[in-house]
């Protein structure tokens, strides 16, 4: 598991895959997102604005998960 830091209390779910490497561009992640890909805390995720705290863990498909650090 890799911890991404964050600056705020929070950050959105689209925002994190960007910062995280896992998505190029807001298009690419909404696309991972619909096509059902990305799991956070072990629960699907459809939503690219969903918040996301410290301690959340997401997953992308094929990748070690994320912890928002």
């Given at each position: 598991?890799?911890?991404v830091?964050?600056?705020g209390e929070m950050i959105r779910l689209g925002q994190l895959l960007k910062?995280?490497?896992l998505?190029?561009?807001g298009a690419e992640a909404k696309l991972m997102l619909e096509d059902?890909?990305?799991t956070v805390n072990g629960e699907p995720e459809e939503r690219?604005?969903?918040q996301l705290?410290?301690?959340d863990v997401v997953?992308?498909?094929g990748e070690p998960p994320v912890r928002v650090a």
């Open positions: 598991m890799r911890d830091e964050i600056r910062l995280a490497g998505a190029d561009s059902g890909d990305v690219r604005g969903r705290h410290r301690g997953t992308l498909a």
